[in-house]
């Protein structure tokens, strides 16, 4: 048996003792949940159609954003840049020195985790703890240069639209952030203005995509490199691209052969509702998000819906066949508390079928209050997978369409996020979608793989910078 299919080509197996009202709800969601090698190959066809236009002037769901990192590093690359990352949950400051030797660097970093509330606050909150916390790095680390300010590299995962690489209006804020005042600005100049007031040793040089940040990192370790993907919060990918074949950068009048990396930002894709098999679960997360009928895919995918989407199918198994009955779900029904941490354990821990399921007993005891029978447990374990997998085949779609729009037929993908490294099976099971959808013949290797990322954020940034001002 494919591993990686499981549920999709073997159906499920109910443990003895469920009654037959849950049995039939959960085949039927599980139905709901199933994407066939068929419907994975036409999404991505879709998909690939939505690159294409993304790249014209032509209305897309997909943005991609043109990036101006124009180049792939050599590793000669040299410098010492600070980098700042403004992750969903932490800011992470580095200090990266490219050094003489072929791919050397050193790198000093600290981590913040980001206030409670700064997701939903105002832009000055934002600004200003940036750059406090880049003011106490320079601090702790002696970095200070009294009149010469260090060149820092700014990576900022979200929508934007660039016409130069220090420089980005935020199209829309997407993985849950909401702050007022941000949207159809410039972060470089919001940002460098906060470091100004502090008079903090600074100047932005490169404003960089997670995605572009993986690739090019990715790629001065591996030259086979040529997708950079975040599967983590949020799900995106970035390519290099031909500017050629980007008419919408036509009056630039580039060299049609000259490189720059696409930032695609396909989570939006099918934001038009077109091509995705959306069911109940999907439409009410996005209904309770704070940007309803944007990030369509990214939503039915990435990590920070995974949780919310199974949450979602046990209250309904409660609340209509009486799934865990008598319990009191309480905190269950509190809005996005069930991480995809958890959903991912909840069927790592019934993989094996004479686990008494400790793992996912405490979990639902300790965060949520429920007691459930081994049983349950199971049916819990089964939920974790149908959910699970769904996020992994629809995620190799993405990768599939870049693939056949670049008539890539070989290569590797570069992926990051705390997600991909968590989510149980996801590598096997994205590998073997993506086989599918481009129709390996049986006897062949897997010719486009999945690999850990290097770090985007801070060498990736720090490379971005240095080839950046090579000019
Ligand atoms: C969201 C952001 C995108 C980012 C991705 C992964 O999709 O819009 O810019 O690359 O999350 O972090």
Not at 160 to 177: A, E, M, S, Y
Not at 274 to 301: I, N, W
Not at 326 to 338: I, K, Q, V
Not at 435 to 446: G, N, T, V
């Amino acid at each position: 048996m494919n591993e990686a299919q499981d549920v999709q080509s073997v159906g499920i197996h109910f443990p003895p003792g469920i009654p037959d009202k849950v049995t039939a709800e959960v085949s039927r969601i599980a139905q709901m949940f199933m994407v066939d090698g068929e419907s994975l190959r036409k999404i991505t066809d879709h998909f690939v159609k939505e690159l294409e236009r993304g790249l014209s002037d032509q209305d897309s769901d997909i943005s991609m954003n043109v990036t101006w990192a124009t180049k792939y590093p050599t590793g000669y690359e040299t410098g010492q840049y600070l980098t700042v990352d403004m992750g969903g949950t932490n800011l992470r400051v580095c200090n990266v020195v490219l050094t003489d030797e072929k791919g050397g660097y050193e790198i000093t970093q600290s981590k913040f985790k980001l206030p409670k509330g700064l997701k939903t606050g105002t832009a000055d909150e934002l600004w200003a703890y940036i750059a406090d916390r880049v003011a106490d790095f320079l601090r702790d680390h002696n970095l200070d240069q009294g009149d010469e300010k260090l060149p820092l590299a700014f990576t900022f995962s979200y929508p934007i639209t660039q016409d130069k690489i220090r420089h980005g209006v935020l199209q829309r804020w997407t993985k849950g952030f909401d702050i007022e005042g941000v949207e159809g600005h410039d972060v470089v100049a919001q940002l460098e203005a906060a470091f100004e007031e502090r008079d903090v040793g600074v100047r932005i040089v490169a404003l960089v995509n997670d995605t572009t940040g993986t690739l090019i990192a990715s790629a001065y370790k591996d030259p086979e490199i040529k997708i950079g993907s975040i599967f983590g919060t949020g799900c995106n990918s970035a390519y290099m691209e031909k500017c050629g074949r980007v008419p919408k950068i036509a009056d630039y009048k580039l060299p049609g052969d000259q490189n720059v990396a696409i930032n695609t930002e396909y989570g939006a894709f099918d934001n038009s509702h077109k091509a995705l098999p959306r069911c109940q679960f999907d439409l009410e997360v996005d209904r309770t998000s704070p940007r309803p009928g944007q990030q369509t895919y990214e939503k039915m995918v990435a990590g920070l819906y995974v949780g919310e989407i199974a949450r979602l199918v046990l209250i309904h198994l409660h609340d209509t066949v009486g799934f865990l009955e008598g319990a009191d779900l309480t905190r269950l029904r509190r809005l996005n508390s069930m991480e995809s941490s958890c959903v991912s354990k909840m069927e790592e821990d019934g993989a094996d079928t004479g686990s008494v399921m400790s793992e996912t007993k405490a979990i639902l005891s300790e965060q949520f209050g429920i007691e459930p029978t081994l049983q349950e447990l199971r049916v819990c374990c089964l939920l974790g997978e149908i959910v699970c997998t769904r996020a992994a085949r629809l995620y190799a779609c993405g990768i599939a369409a870049i693939c056949k729009k670049e008539g890539l037929k070989k290569g590797r993908v570069g992926v990051d996020g705390s997600t991909f490294e968590k989510l149980f099976r996801f590598k096997s099971r994205a590998a073997a979608a993506l086989r599918e959808i481009l129709e390996w013949p049986d006897d062949e290797e897997d010719l486009v793989t999945f690999v850990q990322a290097e770090d985007g954020s801070g060498i990736g940034a720090a490379l971005i910078a240095a080839l950046s001002s090579e000019g």
